[in-house]
């Protein structure tokens, strides 16, 4: 129960509360109050803010909204909350266990009140929480950031924090996490950020640059990005319906005619459209294929295939559609993309030089569908005899291994 959440890929910011994951543990001591000869440290004014911060987190309205423990414990005391109780949260006490000192941090605070006996605190009643419905949720949203961009080693929810503090004024800020094999949360490289207005979310994207180190940071409206993953499930899910009934009707042409299903393959492959091509040069070392995909799709390009390999110095991007790499081209500027804070050059394939790349295409995608459908055809045969060899061990006959299946573009 911190100034921040890490959760386990959320497609929105609003789905974190089924999935997040609490990332409370006690982090390094800011401060202490040591005890010399009855004299005790006066904490500094920075650690007196962090600890309002924090207390104002727990009783705001993000953690208010799921925070089942909390939410149980003010329904037992008119909102009063016993500092026994407050001191048992991890990343409070890391800051400090001097109820004396989370009292006087908590002077300042409109949000806060103190009990007269100096022993509990609350909410207070002249700022009750909001409604949690619809229309909240569509406000919380609305005024949330994705942001993309982060080292995945070494990155903290205190780092991000710290970060924030330069922008706008933020209530919360999620990290995005998954379980690897071994089941363990590891940091995705993204975060959701809500800020506090809806200007404050505005002002936010607005800036012209916004840089963590030397790394520019990928910037979105959370709703933009939850439609855009919903896009890419969808089109996902009717890829592999498309691909499974392909495989169907193949079988089905195949035994009545093979020779058949190859010409229709020749003329799909014959169909690659003009002006689709973007060469791009002058790549970074670290660049990869989704970083490239990454950038033109927020440019809107319908991406068929990335050319392009990690340690490359060029590429080639081929686009869905009759001259759709106009399109894209023009929406940059001075026809540069930045990735990983370097300029990559772009141009669209014209004339000769586009001829040569689709005639290569076509001839790379008919090897790519050669193989896999010699691999289709062999994979059933052997993997039943690789059955029949389990069962017989003594048998001389052995019709090998099954021919792998590559994948096609």
């Known amino acids: 129960m911190e100034n921040g959440k890490e959760e386990v890929q959320p497609e929105s910011v609003n789905d974190v509360a089924a999935d997040e994951v609490k990332c409370e543990k006690p982090g390094p001591k800011l401060e202490e ?43 037992l005391d008119n909102g009063w909350v016993p500092m026994s109780i407050m001191l048992n949260f991890k990343m409070l006490a890391s800051m400090s266990k001097d109820s004396d000192v989370i009292l006087k941090a908590l002077v300042s605070s409109d949000l806060i009140e103190v009990s007269e006996d100096k022993k509990k605190i609350r909410r207070s009643v002249e700022h009750p929480l909001p409604v949690y419905n619809d229309e909240y949720r569509k406000a919380q949203e609305a005024r949330t950031t994705y942001v993309k961009g982060f080292p995945l080693n070494d990155t903290n929810i205190e780092k991000l924090k710290t970060f924030f503090n330069d922008f706008e004024p933020y209530e919360n ?30 002002a936010f994207i ?18 933009d990005y939850s439609v855009e993953k919903a ?4 089109e996902r899910k009717q890829k592999r319906s498309e691909t499974k009934a392909k495989k169907n009707n193949t079988g089905k042409e195949k035994d009545d005619d093979e020779s058949g299903e190859e010409n229709e393959n020749e003329k799909e492959s014959s169909a690659l459209p003009k002006g689709c091509v973007i060469h791009f040069s002058d790549v970074p070392e670290k660049c990869t294929r989704e970083d490239i995909k990454e950038r033109l799709s927020e440019l809107q390009a319908s991406i068929a295939f990335v050319d392009f390999k990690m340690g ?7 686009l869905q559609g009759e ?8 929406k940059m500027k001075d026809s540069k993309v930045l990735i990983h804070d370097k300029e990559v050059t772009c141009r669209i394939l014209e004339g000769e030089e586009e001829e040569k790349y689709l005639a290569k295409a076509k001839e ?6 050669q193989r896999y459908n010699k691999g289709k055809r062999g994979g059933k045969k ?11 061990r003594s048998s001389d006959t052995n019709d090998g291994t099954p021919a792998k299946k590559t994948a096609v573009e």
């Open 382 to 392: 052997g993997r039943n005899a690789q059955r029949g060899q389990r069962k017989r």
């Open 312 to 318: 490359d110095k060029e590429g080639w991007v081929r």
């Open 364 to 369: 790379d995608m008919a090897n790519t569908r």
């Open 231 to 234: 896009k890419e499930k969808e």
């Open 173 to 202: 800020i999620i990290m995005r996490k998954y379980s690897d094999k071994d089941k363990k949360l590891q940091f995705k490289g993204s975060i959701f950020v809500q800020f506090k207005t809806l200007e404050d979310a505005k």
């Open 323 to 330: 001259n759709s790499a106009k399109t894209v081209v023009d």
């Open 33 to 75: 109050n040591s005890k010399e000869d009855g004299k005790v440290d006066e904490p500094s004014s920075e650690l007196l803010e962090k600890i309002k911060n924090q207390i104002e987190f727990y009783f705001g309205d993000v953690n208010m909204q799921r925070d089942k423990f909390l939410i149980e414990q003010t329904k």
């Open 206 to 223: 607005a800036r012209e640059s916004v840089k963590y180190g030397d790394t520019e940071l990928i910037r979105k409206w959370s709703a």
